[in-house]
Nanobody
Framework: QVQLVQSGGGLVQAGGSLRLSCAAS????????MSWFRQVPGKEREFVAA????????YVADSVKGRFTISRDNAKNTVYLQMNSLKAEDTAVYYC??????????????????WGQGTQVTVSS
């Protein structure tokens, strides 16, 4: 089992940048495929970005492509989401997620086994 603790987030002006972090407990972090999702009130949680277990291959949603970058540092048991050129529509609660099963890059909620506590990102226009 793994516990995910998120940090970062907050309030930023449109065009600005933020970096989210998600630290995992335990010594088997590299066994988990990691992703970020986001959710706004009244809407379903949506996929943002995914990173593979070891070679840092990534996959990002079209809505954030070219602006958001996901990465991981297995030595630090941490996955990051660097968010640049933020827009008002990026305002949401962001969640990191870990997948223990084989494969990576899944975009559906039930493909993931563990979730972080969520962190608010607010972009003012």
């Amino acid at each position: 089992q793994v516990q995910l603790v998120q940090s970062g987030g907050g309030l930023v002006q449109a065009g600005g940048s933020l970096r989210l972090s998600c630290a995992a407990s335990g010594r088997t972090f590299s066994r988990y495929a990691m992703s970020w999702f986001r959710q706004v009130p009244g809407k379903e949680r949506e996929f943002v970005a995914a990173v593979s277990r070891r070679d840092n291959s990534t996959y990002v949603a079209d809505s954030v492509k070219g602006r958001f970058t996901i990465s991981r540092d297995n030595a630090k048991n941490t996955v990051y989401l660097q968010m640049n050129s933020l827009k008002a529509e990026d305002t949401a609660v962001y969640y990191c997620a870990a997948r223990q099963r084989t494969g990576w890059g899944q975009t559906r909620l039930y493909d993931y086994d563990y979730w972080g506590q969520g962190t608010q990102v607010t972009v003012s226009s």
